[in-house]
């Protein structure tokens, strides 16, 4: 297992939160909301909407397309959607205005390392892809865990790093696309997969997330692979 480098932990011009934005990421975002929907209707829960308190909070919005997608698919409750870009927060702010979500979805330029909020606000916790941004995760997964209320949800994925640089260049290889045919889209194309390398290279593994987590009392078992590339974090908050 190599080394993990870090990246920078914001994302905060604006051709990044375009390229960012520009990406497929239409299905791991379903898949992602399928996955925390699934979970959260397990053992009887009650849905989303009835949850006390009623609010998700999504750390690492970005350009806030899983609060969308999400939404979507499920009523009854509202998102607060937090990220520190402001790049990455107006494009939200276009998305969520253009899926005619702005009643339920709140956008907020928020440190997810230390979140103005009280703890047990949230009925459930959810990030896709930002805990690989953070240079001490812990101090994030843990501000997570506080947040949420005893019997909450906390449903995190993220990026998982390989065993070898050349397992990298494979995954790389593998998702990120092919070449496109016009030339003035090749310096955009070429630069999504230099982040998505750069990401994988700043990932954590399911044994230094469990480590982490361990602390709050979240077992080990709660982590586990989910994808040849991801892992998932899914607890139900005691």
């Not at 999504?192 to 593994?205: D, E, G, K, P, V």
């Not at 469990?210 to 602390?215: C, D, L, S, T």
Request: hydrophobic share 45%; with cysteine; charged share 20%.
């Amino acid at each position: 297992m190599f080394a993990r480098v870090l990246e920078p932990e914001v994302m905060d011009t604006a051709d990044e939160a375009r390229d960012y934005d520009s990406m497929d990421h239409a299905a791991v975002n379903a898949r992602f909301c399928d996955d925390f929907l699934a979970f959260a209707s397990q053992g009887g829960r009650p849905a989303l909407g009835s949850m006390v308190p009623s609010r998700v909070i999504d750390f690492g919005t970005g350009t806030a397309l899983i609060p969308v997608e999400l939404c979507a698919r499920a009523a009854g409750f509202g998102v607060v959607a937090i990220d520190l870009a402001d790049h990455m927060l107006a494009l939200a702010r276009v998305n969520v205005t253009r899926a005619g979500l702005s009643n339920r979805v709140l956008l907020e330029r928020v440190d997810a390392k230390g979140t103005p909020y009280e703890d047990g606000a949230f009925g459930a916790t959810i990030s896709n892809s930002i805990v690989h941004h953070i240079p001490e995760p812990q101090r994030c997964l843990a501000e997570m865990w506080r947040v949420t209320a005893s019997g909450g949800l906390l449903f995190v994925r993220d990026l998982h790093r390989p065993d070898s640089e050349a397992e990298v260049d494979r995954l790389v290889a593998l998702y990120g696309g092919q070449p496109p045919a016009d030339p003035a889209l090749v310096a955009p194309f070429e630069n999504q997969r230099a982040l998505f390398h750069a990401s994988l290279c700043a990932s954590l593994t399911v044994e230094e997330v469990a480590a982490m987590v361990a602390p709050l009392g979240v077992p080990a078992s709660a982590i586990r692979m989910t994808s040849d590339r991801h892992w998932t974090l899914a607890c139900e908050k005691p």
